[in-house]
């Protein structure tokens, strides 16, 4: 290598690749150390005419062998003299992607995202990625959210998680999930976002205040009743793919029946008119929107018919007016 420096001292022109050649320091053809350094500070002196693809096989080269002697975070930091931005990111999450764990690793994330300046994003994209080669679906999502990839979560939740937290119960962990989601900023750009999270967002949010219903605050008795009406008319377009989901839009369907029949109990006074400001009665007005509900057979004629009784006494009622 010497001889090569003085050549190279003598002509600027003389080519940077003989230079830099492990052949020329070292009879281990695979070591790219010196040859890395030594480029670094031939670049500081402006001899910057190396072919770019001898430049991107040199780090390429170095990163390799830093990481396969256990080192990959000092290959990170190789691969991020890449130039190109695209080909930069590129290196890096590959070796994120072999080399971090779902465990967090706190020294080695600060590391590099405050010594090195890796966004986190990169970070929480591979880790994603092996959360889903993994099949942990539960990983991949959180890790999709915390690297803002809002359609990719939006995805993993509606089709490996939502339908089993609803069924299970674990419809807070959901709502957590799907509450990021739910930004006017965010779910503007998620596919199917209508036919998903958001339908699966009203209606948590709407069991999370029936939960916390105080009886004598009619006029969010009243709110309720108009976003569950709402609601109902839209579970029909939940996206269905498996039994699990048709499950899950029957128990959201369900759920959404017994709310309405809540709030209309909550509504009926025997001292007061039970003839709405259009002249039906109230549970006449709710029998198109728990028909429509996407619920088994035997449980829709089971709601019909309790319906039909609650109209009976209404009707009699209002004959004794």
Not at 134 to 139: G, M, S, Y
Not at 143 to 163: D, P, R, S
Not at 291 to 311: Q, V
Request: proline letters at 3%.
């Amino acid at each position: 290598m010497s001889f090569h420096l003085l050549k190279l001292y003598a002509d600027r022109l003389h080519r940077l690749e003989r230079t830099l050649s492990p052949a020329t320091h070292t009879s281990h053809l695979l070591d790219y150390g010196i040859s890395w350094f030594v480029h670094l500070m031939l670049r500081a002196v402006y001899y910057v005419h190396l072919p770019a693809y001898s430049y991107v096989a040199l780090q390429n080269d170095f990163a390799a062998q830093l990481e396969s002697l256990g080192l990959w975070k000092w290959a990170v930091f190789v691969l991020l003299h890449l130039v190109d931005s695209a080909d930069r990111q590129r290196a890096v999450q590959q070796v994120l992607v072999r080399q971090c764990s779902l465990n967090e690793n706190e020294d080695d994330e600060a590391f590099l995202i405050e010594k090195l300046h890796v966004p986190a994003k990169w970070i929480y994209e591979a880790k994603a990625l092996i959360a889903q080669y993994d099949r942990i679906p539960e990983k991949e999502a959180e890790f999709c959210l915390k690297a803002g990839l809002w359609n990719a979560a939006h995805e993993v939740i509606m089709k490996k998680l939502a339908a089993a937290y609803i069924i299970s119960g674990n419809e807070d962990t959901l709502l957590n999930m799907l509450t990021p989601l739910a930004d006017d900023d965010r779910n503007c750009d998620i596919f199917d976002w209508s036919e998903g999270g958001e339908i699966l967002f009203h209606y948590l949010s709407i069991k999370k205040e029936m939960m916390a219903l105080d009886e004598g605050d009619q006029e969010l008795v009243e709110r309720l009743r108009e976003q569950l009406k709402l609601l109902c008319t839209r579970v029909k377009d939940l996206s269905c793919d498996s039994l699990e989901d048709r499950l899950c839009q029957s128990e959201i369907s369900k759920k959404c029946a017994s709310y309405l029949k809540s709030l209309l109990f909550l509504e009926e006074r025997p001292d007061e008119d039970v003839i709405l400001d259009d002249g039906s009665l109230p549970s006449l007005s709710l029998t198109p929107y728990i028909a429509g509900l996407p619920m088994p057979e035997d449980y829709a004629l089971s709601e019909l018919r309790a319906l039909t009784r609650s109209y009976i006494r209404e009707f009699l009622r209002r004959i004794r007016w």
